[in-house]
């Protein structure tokens, strides 16, 4: 009987072995400007085509490879990094298995051109599914410059695998800015299809998160900093009032390598805690720094989990060091004026109560009042009624007068400068007046939009702005809709668009980027495509409404009312509801109270 145990030919243990390291063009994308960082690089180069799909070509300027170490770079378990077992405890290196290049390799078409400072040729390497086809000698700069073409080339069943354009484009943009947020020291830049996607040049740690996500951040950071014998801890938090409710600006680095941790992310949780409406989360860029034998980074394939050796010390210093930062820039006592909380109606007092509630307290780590419940909320609004119908000369009964009958309501008043109440057949109606504003703004641009139709304004100076690389796909992609409700906008190049003209319903005390950074929110947390049109002009009613708090004339106030009444079902969805009726039933109830 024959042998039935084989070996595997290497060239087929190498695709195994790339399965679990290289699953898309990100990975790629990941190790190669990982490898040019343990290089010493100064400066990085991404070019693409493709999404990576046809090309993925990392050009760095660090020390190279002579020819010799040019070959062996694509042998399995080739590192110059690691030499014996205990090196596996001092590794500061990105990578250290010396399987990446040759797991790429082996699904790939690889062209590697480099040279060592000094060195008067350099080598040029051509392989293929892991054969070398050709070795020569090349002239070339000082570095090393890796092209990885037609990935999965011989695997068709990854390469179907892969995700659109967008969604590979968006990970490794994900992967790069990971790198380039541990290395602000280095310069990088990043070209798809020969569109300069970024390009960020050496800075300082601030200016290279700034340059990342965009220069609107700068205001809403705070830093904060800690250190002792084990480690050094240094980062920014988003002040409470900028967090959102989706999860993406969340960074954690030990020694300057991304990783994620769900448990010291719940310590920075618990640094908010009060500061935060609960479906709010944190946005942090925190770097650590300790000695690397304390820390095992060879838990996870991918090395983006860490096993610390004491996890707890770790949490408790985050949330105190993160804490403090929020006390010493005293954030808190602003939280409870921030206009654009929630968008459930009726969710906060007038504002003798706030002052009322916050009244004494100073202590900058006072956590938030919780949310008033709907009840006081209603407890509050009618002693505002109350009072109202005592000084106003309203009837007696709360009824509608027969000669009035060709408007659908009765008396109205304004509560608060922003409610509206008003007398109808069903009940006292409560009106939101800003809700109502909202949702009046939600009908005209629905409508410009669905006919193409909406006017402009034109800017006297245009306005520029930055958004997260990451995001600017997102926003071309809705480009030609934004376009058809009157907003000029265009993409300048990077992560730059310029705003030409508004729609004419624009109030001047919106701030364009705050209102697209909503919108690409809003889009980004639903994802579906349905609807689409509604969705953007809810999103950008919701910025453009009337401030809060606002005395109306009587023709503002008559206009909403008709509003009000004629709101659809679907407002509900897109939270712009404006308004309750309460029956002479539900009026027993409070009154009685
Ligand atoms: P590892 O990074 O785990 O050592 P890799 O397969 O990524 O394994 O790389 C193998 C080796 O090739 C590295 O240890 C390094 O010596 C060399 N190498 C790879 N990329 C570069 C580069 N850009 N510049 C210089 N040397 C490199
Ligand atoms: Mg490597």
Redesign the pocket.
Known sequence: MSNVIKLLPDHVANQIAAGEVIQRPASVVK??M???I??D?KKIQLILKDSGKMLIR?V?N????NPE?SR???ERH?????SRGEDLFFIK????????????AAVARVEMI?KMPGAELGTRILIEGSEVTLQEPHATVE??S?AVKNLFFNVPARRKFLKSDKVELRRIIQEFERIALGFPEISFSLFNDDKELMRLPAATLKDRILAVFGKNLNDKLFPFNEETDYLKLTGFGVKPQFCKKSRKEQFFFLNKRFFKSGYLHHAVKGAYEGLLQPDEQPSYFIYLEMDPTLVDVNVHPTKQEIKFQDERMMYNMLRVTVRHGLGKHQLTPTLDFDSDRGHQILSSGSPQRDSDQTGGRTSSFSPKQPEKRDSDNWAEIFEGVRKEMSTSNLPEQFTIDGKSQERPYGKYFQLFNRFIAVQTKMGLLIIDQRKAHQNMLYRHLLKSLESDSGNTQTLLFPQSMEIPASEVPILDELLPTLQKTGLQIEHFGGNTFVIHGTPAIWTEDIEPDEMLSHLLENYRLSGDVKNLNKRISASMARSFGITERKTLSEEELKTLIEQALNEEPESDALHLNSSVVVNAEGMMKLFKK
Do not use: C, P, Q, Y
Request: glycine content about 12%.
């Open positions: 190790e190669l990982e490898n040019a343990d290089a690089a990392v760095d660090g020390k190279g490879m170490d062996l770079a694509f080739a590192t110059s990094k690691i290196t990105m990578g250290f298995r010396g399987e990446a290049l040759a797991s790429i480099s570095g090393t890796i």
